[in-house]
């Protein structure tokens, strides 16, 4: 059966077909392409928002991370300051110690110093004491060009006065 309407010939059959092709076309399309690419956008939108989720997650975890290694910084540093305090104290005090100590043998052993000058000043006051009438009697001679050794006794007189 054709059915003739404005001059456009259609033949019934050809049209239920027709109609018939593209609805059996479109079930198909729908159940082996819409459907399963619809399942796998629907499917990558899940994981992209949980991969969305789990970078807030981690931001925060990072900022929470930073705030507490910022404030366990600033504890650290507070000791570590006062371990440097301590320490420079400690080493002022074994400084002045050791300052005290030095001081002290330095002033002791310029005691000693002194004193043994002092030993030998006198020991060579005395070596000198008993030689000088022989050490007048020579320079005599030689100042005069004479022979004065005879007169020992007179020297040594003199001397012993002169000490007095």
Same mark, same amino acid.
Request: charged share 30%; glycine share 10%; aromatic share 0%.
């Given at each position: 059966m054709i059915l003739d309407l404005a001059g456009l010939q259609i033949s019934v059959p050809e049209f239920i077909w027709t109609i018939i092709s593209f609805f059996l076309f479109m079930f198909l399309l729908n159940k082996f392409l819409f459907k399963p690419v619809m399942s796998f956008m629907d499917e990558r939108k899940a994981r992209i928002d949980a991969g969305l989720e789990e970078g807030k997650k981690a931001n925060v975890a990072l900022k929470e991370n930073e705030a507490r290694l910022a404030k366990e910084l600033a504890e650290k540093g507070g000791e570590a300051r006062n371990v440097i305090s301590e320490a420079r104290s400690e080493a002022e005090k &074994?400084?002045?110690?050791t300052l005290g100590t030095a001081h002290a043998e330095a002033e002791k052993l310029h005691k000693n110093v002194r004193e043994r000058v002092k030993v030998e000043e006198d020991a060579a006051v005395k070596e000198l004491d008993g030689s000088m009438p022989e050490l007048v &009697?020579?320079?005599?001679?030689?100042l005069l060009g004479s022979d004065v050794s005879g007169e020992a006794a007179l020297i040594e007189g003199c001397v012993n006065k002169t000490k007095e």
């Open positions: &074994a400084k002045s110690e &009697a020579i320079l005599s001679g030689r």
